[in-house]
């Protein structure tokens, strides 16, 4: 690489928002430069091997919210990526004898939830329709750009134009919405259920990368954000990509050299290069510099505004607002290489069953998730972790030498930091432990049937993939921290403080999660301007 090289784009952070970001600007003529400090794009959404055989998705590991439209334009069938329906939702074990499973059936999760109670079995279809009424009104405001506080009259028609969204769902979802957006969870389930253990199985979605007590105010929304999207056309489905996560972002890398968009990897960059308020190009980690009228940061806001560009540039409010970016996700992951399919003792078995392609919850009631909350905030992590456990290689055969799995533990709760100046490299491996010998109470085969594990804690996140504080949202899902305020207000339009400068990454609505539509919001800014 060579100094002064010029670019109409240069995009830092390679993960599928910045690559969707670039595919639509190279796709409009654009000479664009994607730069990754990795050595492999795709950010939080990559497959490795993590032991010899075993590839598994590394952080992020399963697929419904990416965008129907940003699949299509990216034409990412084409380019190789497969997707497939989780076939059953969820299973959560209880005890030795009792179980819970959540089927795409209704007559199924019927006669399952009746166990537990009869009431919540006829309430839990009404509860998912106006869920999903409220999912539809989410889902008309996700590829809009948010108003801007304080801007032209193009933010004052964006924002009629979100009044008046709201004002056609009808009266029942506009109340839905309030209460969605403004109570905790568990007050909110509280409110619709009576059975502990259908509250827990929902109110699993609500601490899902949210360091927080279901009993939050504002927590209902994270349950929300986490069942808008779709897989192959079935709202609200989840699913895995054959290959892994991984299988996405390289599927987004062909469809961008296919529009010319240069991609580097193994290119940090060290500090955005700011002239008269104006940013125009980035010095790298190894002096090259590299120089365009668009900057475009796929970065938490974070890790932008205190690293990469000095404070002097910036407005001392809007470094207070920067300083005080939220990022706690609470979540340690791991991914496990297994001999053998675990075998629960509430639903004895080896042989892949119905349960074994589900979403596997660890997480008995609402109690169970206020306690590891609690734990984490006093201790640095919970003593009995909220588990949820997908084991994609009965789906995907790929993934595992042949009669053996590969499985990913998404858990929760477990402080950014942990108090008394103790390191998460102290004791990650303590709290890997814990988290498998919590399998186990439930599935007595897993621990043996271990070959062989990655344990990433909040601070291996930050270091691996650039999730501050272990963030999987880039900036925690607070309502504080959404829509025209995300990142802040005045800045919510995907531009940044600094004439030139933009941001594409999940620090912009609608927030995290494998979407692609902050790369593609942020796009049509640029394209616009």
């Known amino acids: 690489m060579s100094n002064n090289q010029n670019y109409d784009a240069i995009i830092f952070g390679g993960g599928h928002n910045g690559l969707t970001c670039g595919y639509y600007l190279g796709k409009a003529g654009l000479k664009v430069k994607i730069l990754e400090r990795r050595g492999i794009v795709g950010g939080a959404a990559i497959t490795e091997e993590f032991h010899p055989g075993y590839r598994n998705s590394v952080a992020s590991y399963s697929v419904s919210l990416l965008n129907p439209k940003v699949i299509e334009d990216m034409s990412l069938a084409r380019h190789g990526m497969v997707l497939k329906i989780r076939p059953t939702p969820y299973f959560q074990p209880h005890s030795d004898t009792s179980y819970l499973i959540i089927d795409r059936d209704p007559e199924i999760t019927a006669e399952q939830i009746g166990k537990f109670s009869q009431k919540d079995a006829k309430a839990y279809p009404v509860f998912h329709e106006r869920l999903e009424k409220v999912c539809e009104f989410l889902r008309g405001m996700l590829l ?203 639903l004895p078995g080896k042989e892949v069953s119905k349960h074994h392609s589900s979403s596997i919850i660890i997480c008995p009631t609402m109690k169970y998730l206020d306690d590891a909350y609690l734990d984490a905030r006093c201790d640095g992590w919970a003593k009995k972790p909220a588990i949820e456990m997908h084991i994609p290689s009965v789906v995907d055969d790929s993934l595992a030498p042949p009669g053996h799995h590969v499985a990913s533990l998404f858990c929760q709760q477990f402080a950014p930091e942990i108090p008394d100046g103790r390191s998460w490299d102290d004791c990650k491996e303590e709290v890997a432990d814990l988290i498998i010998d919590t399998i186990n109470n439930y599935a007595p085969n897993f621990k043996q049937s271990i070959a062989g594990r ?65 790369g593609h919001n942020a796009a049509r800014e640029i394209l616009r301007d």
């Open 144 to 346: 809009k750009t948010p108003p801007n506080h304080g801007g032209g009259w193009r933010d004052l028609l964006a924002a009629a134009g979100a009044a008046n969204h709201v004002r056609k769902t009808g009266n029942q979802t506009q109340k839905d919405i309030y209460d969605l957006f403004t109570m905790s969870a568990g007050d909110l389930l509280d409110q619709w259920f009576e059975s502990n253990e259908l509250k827990g199985i929902l109110g699993f979605d609500a601490v899902i990368g949210n360091y927080a007590s279901p009993y939050t105010p504002g927590s209902a929304y994270v349950l929300l954000h986490h069942v808008f999207g779709e897989v192959n056309g079935v709202k609200g489905a989840w699913g895995y990509a054959m290959g892994g996560m991984g299988a996405i972002t390289q599927a987004m890398a062909k469809a961008c050299e296919e529009v010319n968009v240069d991609i580097e990897v193994d290119a940090a960059v060290k500090e955005v290069i700011v002239n008269n308020g104006a940013t125009v190009g980035v010095e790298m980690e190894d002096g090259t510099e590299l120089y365009a009228p668009k900057i475009i940061s796929n970065l938490n806001p974070k890790l932008l505004y205190t690293k990469l560009i000095a404070s002097e540039h910036l407005s001392e409010d809007f470094n207070r607002r920067i300083s005080g970016w939220v990022c706690a996700s609470g979540t340690f992951r791991m991914n496990v290489a297994l001999t053998e399919l675990p075998d629960f003792t509430c």
């Open 454 to 518: 990655m344990s990433l804690s909040p601070l291996d996140l930050e270091r691996k993939i650039g999730l501050i504080g272990g963030d999987i949202f880039h900036g925690s899902l607070n309502l504080n921290q959404m829509y025209s305020a995300r990142p802040a207000l005045g800045y919510g339009d995907y531009r940044g403080p600094l004439k030139g400068l933009y941001m594409c990454g999940s620090g912009t609505h609608p927030g995290g999660g494998v979407t692609g539509i902050p």
